[in-house]
């Protein structure tokens, strides 16, 4: 309070003050402030803590059908649906390349259910444990044809 009154009242008091909340490391002075954003030049928010970061889990796989040669081939743009047992909540991707996916930020507590669907084709349901303890879950899904 007693420094704010001084700024208040008196252009060298306001300066002397200035001067000693730089000097005392309070205030960061401008030529620090630009030597951080040059060795930071991006701006970075925080990341997920420690404790979300244990909370979440991510899945990851890819979609596949038998190819003529009893080889498995990636189905790029295949529909992947995760449904939330809980709360019944349906969250949907597409397949990339080669039919890989990715679903991140999946609760630990919850079980969930994926299977996949393109052009009438349809896999199997897999479930996706909350005792499955990895960070990333890794899934195949096999597409059976359509009748």
């Known amino acids: 309070m007693h420094i704010?009154?001084?700024i208040e009242f008196a252009g060298?008091?306001?300066?002397?003050?200035?001067?000693?909340?730089?000097?005392?490391?309070?205030?960061?002075?401008?030529?620090?402030?630009a030597a951080q954003n040059?060795?930071?030049?991006?701006?970075?928010?925080?990341?997920?803590?420690?404790?979300?970061?244990?909370?979440?889990?991510n899945l990851s796989g890819q979609v596949v059908q038998a190819a003529p040669n009893?080889?498995?081939?990636?189905?790029?743009?295949?529909?992947?649906?995760?449904?939330?047992?809980?709360?019944s909540e349906v969250r949907t991707r597409i397949a990339g390349a080669e039919g890989r996916f990715v679903i991140r930020g999946l609760d630990r507590?919850?079980?969930y259910e994926v299977h996949a669907e393109f052009q009438g084709g349809v896999s199997d349901k897999k479930t996706v444990s909350s005792f499955d303890d990895?960070?990333?879950?890794?899934?195949?899904?096999?597409?059976?044809?359509?009748?």
């Open 4 to 6: 704010i009154r001084k």
């Open 12 to 33: 060298v008091a306001w300066a002397f003050a200035i001067a000693l909340l730089v000097s005392s490391g309070f205030v960061a002075s401008p030529t620090a402030l």
């Open 38 to 57: 040059r060795e930071t030049p991006n701006v970075t928010f925080p990341g997920p803590s420690k404790r979300e970061q244990q909370v979440m889990k």
């Open 70 to 87: 009893d080889q498995k081939q990636g189905v790029a743009q295949a529909v992947v649906h995760l449904k939330n047992k809980k709360t």
């Open 109 to 111: 507590d919850t079980d």
């Open 134 to 147: 990895r960070d990333e879950v890794l899934v195949t899904l096999e597409l059976k044809p359509a009748n």
